[in-house]
């Protein structure tokens, strides 16, 4: 009998999110403008991506619980298929579309949760590689540094990267910030008030610390659904996806500094007005309205970031696509950001999603149904390493990737940065978006409308 481990329970609530039209699978591309061999990408794998155990491990139910279970037949040629690209094809549109296929087809639940596709006369010379990773084997940031252990900063060099904070939203307060648990925190908020009741300062952090917590759960339990907009309703289950062509993070650099933003601060901004374009351009009402984003917190330290599992909670953030100014948009961004980067939602998020991962399974459902209608699109943003680094000696030009979308949420809208540049990549049910190249197109636009503030341009 080979080795099993108990499924954590955030890892369970995402295992059982799947539904027909909307499967809990992270798919990410690695673009590369010279070919890289089936042999050579086996021999990678063996040496770095399968040294993690969950990728030789399959989920398993037993009568009481689910686990990890070593795939006694685990073969590497069952994960990986090769596709060649047609030559008389637009590379760039034939691999969107490749993707687009892929998007809603399932991973064998027989077998390890995940599958990877070279693509081959992707470009000139080059290839591309599609790695699909079921969200129960880690969140984002862990999957990043799955990543960036098949990569090397030189040719030749074993990998030293580390996930950047600068482009992250992360829980601040130490108290919170690696708990495995959200009951933990009542426990050590007890502790520290009987321990502390002599210290006034101390005393009246952890009651602040309370009082905040208090407030996050009742925002999260009685969250009212999102306003109604022709981004959401029924969904088809057909995906399609895009990204934008890369921005210079200097461009960025140069808009904040003349208006007092981060980095972060901008990028939400030119996604809330590239929606803004969009109901533009088909003639939709969107004076005075918002559109609210679910936003993944990471909750795990830097020092664990490549740890397999999931370790993070969510935020409601309502988008001001009414205001019409793109420099007072982001104004009310970064206010709004500001707001919400002092509440415990990300914490309380977590541990709803934990407690999840234990009740009956139709009862997980319809509380996921319930929670999809607070919001119309998914928001991640992911940092990359600043600069260019190596698969197999091969450089890599792009990354992109797509999270999931829970429930009847349609939407997906990321933001990674690498070697100097930012992507945008938007995934679209097409019931809701039957073109998401307009509003990936879109964020190019806010971006050259907010660097245009800048004495620079």
Known sequence: MSEFEKMGSADVAWLRMDEPNNLMIINSVLMFEEPLTTEVLNKLLEQRLLIYPRFRQKVVKTQVKFVWQDDENFLLDNHVQVHELEQNEDKETALKSLISQMMNQPLDPSRPLWKATL???????????????????????ALVGVLLSLTDEKPGMAPTHTVLPEFSLNASEPLVNNLNDVIPVFKRLAHRTFKTLTNPGEMARVLNLS???????????????????????????????????????????EAGNTLDAKINDLAIAAATGSIQRYFKKHAYPYV???????VPVNLRPMEEFSQMGNRFGVIF??????????????EEVKRRMNR??????????FGMLQFLGKVPH???????????????AVLTNVPGPKSEIFLADI??????????????????????????????GVVSDTSL??????IAKGFEEEIEALYQLSPGA
């Open 395 to 424: 450089p890599l030009s792009k990354i992109m990737f797509w999270v999931p979308q829970s429930g009847n949420i349609g939407i997906g809208l990321s933001i990674l940065s690498y070697g100097g540049n930012i992507l945008f």
């Open 211 to 253: 009082w905040r917590f208090f407030l996050a759960l009742i925002k999260v339990l009685f969250l009212w659904p999102d306003t109604f907009t022709p981004l959401k309703g029924n969904l088809s289950g057909e995906k399609k996806v895009a990204w934008s062509n890369p921005i210079p993070v200097a461009k960025f650099k």
């Open 433 to 438: 978006i039957q073109e998401p190249d307009e």
């Open 119 to 141: 693509v081959q006369n992707y470009g000139t010379t080059g290839s591309a590689l599609i790695l699909r990773i079921h969200h129960c084997l880690a969140d984002g940031i």
């Open 362 to 376: 139709l009862i997980q459902r319809l509380m996921i149904f319930i929670f999809s209608l607070r919001g119309t």
């Open 340 to 349: 919400i980067k002092s509440s415990l939602e990300a914490v309380v998020s």
């Open 317 to 330: 953030l309502p988008l001001p696509i009414g205001v019409e100014s793109p420099g007072e948009r982001l």
């Open 288 to 294: 005075g309205k918002n559109v609210r984003v679910v």
